[in-house]
């Protein structure tokens, strides 16, 4: 499985990006891709899942309605679009993967990607 996140850069708040997550090696059906971010001094936060399997799409809290994950399964992409963005935002932003059962995100991870950054100014 590999995976690699890519898409990230600078925005001023209010601004927008999107992050891609290419990956490849696993059957797709029985998967989820995950986007986490890490601000620096701060642990790794969960961002937004989708499965495969049934296309379930959950957000944290905090991303609801600015983030919006979808998948190109023509391209082999994870994209995550983040609108009115905001400094708080600003992370190293990583996709991983895991199998996943319908309807559900993984708890964990076992995959990961290298990380993009986001950089947010006020």
């Known amino acids: 499985v590999q995976l690699q996140a890519s898409g990230g850069g600078l925005a001023q708040a209010g601004g927008h990006l999107t992050l891609s997550c290419a990956y490849s090696?696993?059957?797709?059906?029985?998967?989820?891709i995950g986007w986490f971010r890490q601000a620096p001094g701060k642990e790794r936060e969960w961002v937004s899942c989708?499965?495969?399997?049934?296309?379930?799409?959950r957000y944290a809290d905090s991303m609801k309605g600015r983030f919006t994950i979808s998948r190109d399964n023509a391209k082999n992409t994870v994209s995550l679009q983040m609108n009115d963005l905001k400094p708080e935002d600003t992370a190293v932003y990583y996709c991983?993967?895991?199998?996943?059962?319908?309807?559900?995100?993984?708890?964990?991870?076992?995959?990961w990607g290298r990380g993009t950054q986001v950089t947010v100014s006020s």
């Open positions: 991983a993967a895991n199998s996943a059962d319908p309807g559900f995100c993984p708890y964990q991870y076992n995959y």
């Open positions: 090696g696993f059957i797709l059906d029985y998967y989820a």
């Open positions: 989708i499965v495969f399997s049934d296309n379930t799409i």
